[in-house]
């Protein structure tokens, strides 16, 4: 097939030099705060030294990833409104951060936890349960990883450049300083990416309204434009079906999102509690700029562009109204844009792998250094698994599973998030739960052709809801009514290794706690083991107890939030 | 000590203000007043990410 898409060989050369520059900076990221990358908490969080700013633009770089910007604006210049949920989205996940992530944080801190799915192996002594979350993440991770690519292949073909040559060679480049440098590599790459995109972003919004006439004749166009589309979209979501719909995605997704181990591991890098209280309050940044390339969807609209597929909607925008060296420095922001999340996602599964699939099952009592090791390995195989997955598999079936990933990911919301303020879910509840979730999110999704919005008939009413948010009911009410079953039998509850104190603060229980933050400190006790796994299950019986505390207890450690 | 975390605990109900804003469709489902040109539907989605960020601050350093 050839392509509509010329060679652009000025485009070309700068986008090759930027992605030479940030391939140097990957691999020089080693030495920047050198540790010996031994452990994996070196490897795989970065020692947990990262500041409010380093941070900000790791997560940032991290959850906007370049499918999103891809994928959303082609979603809004196909449909309209219902692309744009994505803001919203992206605005109520930071109060939600900014309520959970600290304390967890906190716990994981004191525990040395470096996933998920170690903390629910700490709280309820289950290496089923922890099992099941680490799947869950590995299983909506990798897809994840895979569309990264597609971000990178859209870009690449609308430079002229077709076939898998190039694609192999960047994710193996990705591949080699993730390998080296670990979590440091992503993390000063992002503000490379970061930067970029600021500036394309801030360049296309200042330029393009006025070539087009406008906002009013840009949103004019999309209005008389959006309705003839097949399936017809709407530039204002009417009738309850699309307004319910719009809502439910947002905050579905908006729970989902943290819960997605590459959100986790940036989360768990940073340095205390306090620096992810404040990032809560300026990442909404990004959503800012988000909702501006959201928009990008309308102007491609507006200049009447006729794109191959709608994922060209952007690329063909910048080709038509800006010179080739700007072309290529916005494809590089986008490519770039894809390899900070891909390299995150590759090492928050491998931290997944290792420790509780690894570590857990297959080598118990790994050291340090071996768990480093096979983080670095598993890595590769992740890359190398998505690159496969995206060069012999259609790109639809990674989109398709991407978006299961959401409804998945959200089923784990009870043993991670709930888990935090309460250990009355019984965790044998908690599993049962989390299968049926998991199964009734998929069937849901798989019958609906893999939309996410699933239609229901509620007291007569017709609605469309987001599958993983009635998926997560189903968990929740399974959980519960086995928690009272099982309780009421006398099933072991299991141990848990937290006590009250290690979810608060420090600054909370008045200084009695010496503050843990010596980097040197440590690195030293995550080194010496304290937290193996499989304790819970050796140590059973010692506190064979639940431990949710009296109800006072219980009150004190439940923050009066919503 | 109680007491006083307590109070300033109250402070994350203001969360809550970018839930209610976004949540409920209905609210901002609608072309008029545009601003800019721009529908009434957009801007205000817009206007709620320095007002969440605010919000989100203002607990912030309530809280701390």
Same mark, same amino acid.
């Given at each position: 097939m050839s392509t509509p898409h010329p060679t652009d060989a000025t485009a070309l050369i700068v986008f090759c030099v930027l992605f030479a520059f940030v391939t140097v900076v990957g691999f020089v990221a080693v030495r920047w705060r050198r540790a010996k990358l031994d452990s994996i908490d070196e490897w795989g969080l970065g020692g947990r030294r990262f500041g409010t700013?380093?941070?900000?633009?790791?997560?940032?770089?991290?959850?906007?990833?370049?499918?999103?910007?891809?994928?959303? @604006?082609?979603?809004?210049?196909?449909?309209?409104?219902?692309?744009?949920?994505?803001?919203? !989205?992206?605005?109520i996940v930071y109060p939600l951060v900014f309520m959970i992530m600290p304390r967890l944080w906190t716990v994981a801190h004191?525990?040395?936890? &470096?996933?998920?799915?170690?903390?629910?192996?700490?709280?309820?002594?289950?290496?089923? /349960?922890?099992?099941?979350?680490?799947?869950?993440? $590995? $299983?909506?991770?990798?897809?994840?990883? =895979?569309?990264?690519?597609?971000?990178?292949?859209?870009?690449?073909? *609308?430079?002229?450049?077709?076939?898998?040559?190039?694609?192999?060679? #960047?994710?193996?480049?990705?591949? =080699?300083?993730? !390998?080296?440098?670990?979590?440091?590599?992503?993390?000063?790459?992002?503000?490379?990416?970061?930067?970029?995109?600021?500036?394309?972003?801030?360049?296309?919004?200042?330029?393009? @309204?006025?070539?087009?006439?406008?906002?009013?004749?840009?949103?004019?166009?999309?209005? +008389?434009? $959006?309705?003839?589309?097949? @399936?017809?979209?709407?530039?204002?979501?009417?009738?309850?079906?699309?307004?319910?719909?719009?809502?439910?995605? #947002?905050?579905?997704?908006?729970? =989902?999102?943290? $819960?997605? @181990?590459?959100?986790?591991?940036?989360?768990?890098?940073?340095?205390?509690?306090?620096?992810?209280?404040?990032?809560?309050?300026?990442?909404? #940044?990004?959503?800012?700029?988000?909702?501006?390339?959201?928009l990008l969807g309308f102007m491609a609209i507006a200049a009447n562009l006729q794109p191959q597929t709608p994922n060209f909607a952007v690329p063909d925008l910048f080709i038509t109204f800006f010179p080739s060296w700007f072309e290529g420095f916005a494809f590089a922001?986008? *490519?770039?844009?894809?390899?900070?999340? *891909? *390299?995150?996602?590759?090492? =928050?599964?491998?931290?997944?792998?290792?420790?509780?699939?690894?570590?857990? !099952?297959?080598?118990?009592?790994?050291?340090?250094? +071996?768990?480093?090791?096979?983080?670095?390995?598993?890595?590769?195989?992740?890359?190398?698994?998505? &690159?496969? %997955?995206?060069?012999?598999?259609?790109?639809?079936?990674?989109?398709?599973?991407?978006?299961?990933?959401?409804?998945?990911? /959200?089923?784990? /919301?009870?043993a991670v998030v709930i888990a935090l303020y309460t250990r009355w879910f019984h965790r044998w509840g908690l599993f049962a739960g989390w299968a049926v979730g998991m199964v009734v999110g998929t069937v849901m999704a798989a019958t609906q052709d893999f939309k996410s919005i699933f239609p229901l008939e509620l007291f007569g009413l017709h609605v469309t809801v987001y599958a993983a948010l009635l998926a997560l009911i189903a968990n929740l009410a399974v959980a519960a009514v086995l928690t009272v079953a099982l309780r009421g039998s006398g099933v072991g509850e299991g141990r848990d290794d937290t006590v009250a104190d290690d979810y608060e603060e420090l600054e909370d229980?008045?200084?009695?706690?010496?503050?843990?933050?010596?980097?040197? +400190?440590?690195?030293?006790?995550? #080194?010496?083991?304290?937290?193996?796994?499989?304790?819970?299950e050796r140590g059973a019986g010692e506190r064979e107890t639940p431990v949710p505390g009296t109800p006072k207890e219980q009150q004190e450690r439940t923050p009066r939030a919503p | 000590m109680r007491g006083e975390r307590t109070r300033s605990r109250a402070w994350y109900w203001l969360l809550v203000l970018p839930f209610l804003g976004l949540l409920i469709p209905p609210l901002y489902?609608?072309?008029?007043?545009?601003?800019?040109?721009?529908?009434? %539907?957009?801007? !205000?989605?817009?206007?709620?990410?320095?007002?969440?960020?605010?919000v989100t601050f203002l607990v912030y350093r309530r809280t701390k």
């Open positions: 700013v380093v941070t900000w633009f790791l997560l940032g770089g991290d959850l906007y990833t370049a499918y999103t910007f891809i994928a959303v @604006p082609a979603l809004v210049f196909g449909a309209g409104a219902a692309g744009f949920f994505a803001l919203p !989205y992206t605005i004191r525990r040395g936890y &470096v996933t998920s799915a170690d903390f629910v192996q700490g709280r309820y002594g289950s290496r089923k /349960l922890s099992l099941a979350v680490a799947l869950t993440g $590995l $299983l909506a991770t990798m897809p994840y990883i =895979a569309l990264q690519l597609v971000g990178i292949q859209v870009v690449l073909a *609308a430079m002229g450049v077709e076939g898998d040559w190039p694609l192999i060679i #960047a994710f193996a480049i990705l591949a =080699a300083y993730t !390998y080296n440098s670990g979590l440091r590599a992503p993390a000063l790459i992002a503000v490379v990416k970061d930067v970029m995109i600021w500036i394309v972003i801030i360049v296309a919004v200042a330029y393009l @309204p006025g070539k087009l006439g406008g906002f009013g004749a840009i949103f004019d166009s999309a209005r +008389e434009a $959006l309705p003839k589309h097949d @399936p017809p979209g709407a530039l204002i979501p009417t009738g309850v079906d699309a307004q319910v719909a719009y809502a439910t995605l #947002a905050l579905g997704s908006a729970m =989902a999102l943290f $819960l997605y @181990p590459h959100a986790m591991t940036g989360v768990l890098s940073s340095q205390s509690a306090k620096v992810v209280r404040r990032n809560a309050a300026i990442l909404p #940044a990004y959503s800012f700029v988000l909702g501006l390339i959201a922001a986008i *490519a770039i844009g894809a390899l900070v999340p *891909a *390299a995150v996602m590759s090492i =928050a599964a491998a931290n997944l792998f290792t420790r509780n699939i690894w570590s857990a !099952y297959l080598h118990k009592d790994a050291s340090p250094a +071996e768990e480093s090791q096979v983080a670095k390995i598993s890595s590769l195989v992740m890359k190398v698994g998505a &690159v496969l %997955f995206i060069l012999l598999l259609p790109t639809e079936y990674a989109i398709d599973l991407q978006l299961l990933g959401g409804v998945w990911i /959200l089923q784990t /919301l009870p229980v008045g200084g009695i706690k010496p503050l843990p933050a010596q980097p040197g +400190e440590e690195r030293a006790r995550a #080194a010496s083991g304290r937290f193996r796994l499989g304790d819970g | 489902a609608k072309e008029n007043p545009e601003l800019w040109g721009i529908p009434f %539907f957009y801007w !205000y989605q817009f206007v709620w990410v320095p007002l969440a960020a605010g």
